[in-house]
């Protein structure tokens, strides 16, 4: 039994910790039991906006072991849910990102000097839970954000508030636009430099990269031809804008390029990397830009990168005054924001087209809980998905305290 008179109480976590505030404050204690903080149902500025406690353990994914075989390298585990900072949001993630780059985080390619265990999973959207007292400045419980960060493979994530952008609501089309539409975004604005009227070519047009390629270089009243894997990518391509999808299953890229693209490409997208990117140097134009964003084709393999001819780079490069422009996104945040926020814009308009797929058509069924970010991250390699791949992350309810 405890008793104890006080006049104002306010929970907040502070450096991770409980604490708390008092105008007046004064108390007899007796020997009562302490809670834990994962349990924070005893205090509304923590309670799940639902009404419904935080567990004290969730599920997460975590790279045990270096490899490009995303199944080798990753494990599910079970472990206590973690506590926010004090500049910090826990967030209850509904929907997950599946990214090509996910095989590269695992076969830890990002930075050598990070050791297993890590974090897996790169971007998730969800509500705000639990915060601490400087992001609760600006944030409140119940909010719906989406972030860009590590550990997103997981049931609740902590991520600095900073990192997180508030949506509309927890549907996965706000998610796509978080590192697929910024870096199709951001890529052409910044090193595109597209002009009316210009040829640009989109490998893999019909992915979750892609499709915000294809669109944002129509909305520049460009020409654009798209590379894809079936006559239903090459439908979906046509419907967002694509001038010419060519189906490299059925038709020769080379060939369609020679002949009906005589002059030359103007700008490059290009994210498959080995003899695509041959491919794409060699039908370059005058002054023409080729932006690399990836090389899929080699992440599986040990090395990452599949062998290319850049003997006469240079020479091809002159003789065009072409260049070839690499981009990461994290090296160019400073534009982040601006990005995002244009792009909510032209959703909340109807202006932009952000397709998801979540897996219905697989034998197995939609992408649903941790257990299938594995099957997820094969489907992306297999080229099957049209749009960006999400996988959904289920929450019992618990009962109201």
């Known amino acids: 039994m405890s008793i104890a008179l006080v006049t104002r109480r306010v929970f907040l976590a502070v450096d991770g910790k409980l604490r708390i505030k008092n105008a007046i404050f004064r108390s007899r204690l007796i020997s009562a039991p302490r809670r834990s903080i994962v349990d924070m149902s005893y205090s509304t500025h923590f309670m799940d906006f639902k009404g419904s406690s935080i567990p004290s353990s969730m599920r997460k994914l975590v790279v045990t072991k270096l490899s490009p075989n995303f199944r080798e390298a990753v494990s599910l585990q079970t472990v206590p849910v973690p506590t926010p900072g004090d500049g910090d949001l826990l967030i209850r993630n509904r929907f997950v990102g599946i990214n090509a780059s996910d095989i590269n985080y695992s076969a830890g390619r990002y930075d050598p000097s990070v050791k297993p265990p890590f974090d897996a999973g790169f971007e998730g959207i969800g509500e705000v839970v639990a915060l601490g007292l400087s992001a609760s400045a600006n944030h409140t419980v119940g909010e719906v954000v989406a972030y860009m960060g590590d550990g997103a493979f997981a049931e609740y994530t902590v991520v600095p508030a900073k990192k997180t952008v508030p949506v509309p609501s927890a549907k996965p089309e706000f998610l796509t636009l978080m590192l697929s539409g910024a870096t199709a975004y951001i890529s052409l604005k910044k090193l595109g430099a597209l002009s009316e009227g210009e040829k640009v070519f989109v490998t893999a047009a019909a992915g979750g990269t892609g499709q915000f390629a294809v669109q944002f270089a129509k ?59 041959d491919l794409a140097v060699n039908r370059m134009a005058t002054k023409g830009r080729l932006i690399v ?59 932009l087209v952000c397709e998801v797929d979540l897996g219905e058509m697989t034998p197995e069924g939609k992408f649903f809980g941790l257990e299938s970010v594995f099957r997820a991250v094969d489907y992306l390699y297999l080229g099957k998905n049209i749009g960006k791949i999400v996988v959904e992350i289920p929450h019992p309810v618990s009962s109201k305290l």
Do not use: W
């Open 293 to 351: 964003i990836g090389f899929i084709s080699g992440y599986q393999t040990a090395t990452g990168v599949k062998p290319v001819r850049t003997g006469t780079l240079p020479a091809k490069l002159l003789q065009k005054s072409a260049s070839v422009l690499g981009f990461f996104l994290p090296h160019y945040l400073s534009e982040y924001k601006a990005a995002m926020k244009h792009m909510l814009e032209m959703c909340e308009k109807g202006e």
């Open 219 to 277: 909305r520049a009243k460009c020409h654009v031809i798209g590379t894809c894997s079936s006559d239903e990518k090459a439908g979906f391509l046509k419907s967002i804008g694509c001038d010419r999808p060519i189906n490299y299953k059925t038709e020769d890229i080379r060939e369609v390029l020679r002949k009906e693209y005589s002059k030359g490409l103007d700008v490059v997208y290009e994210s498959i990397g080995g003899e695509m990117f």
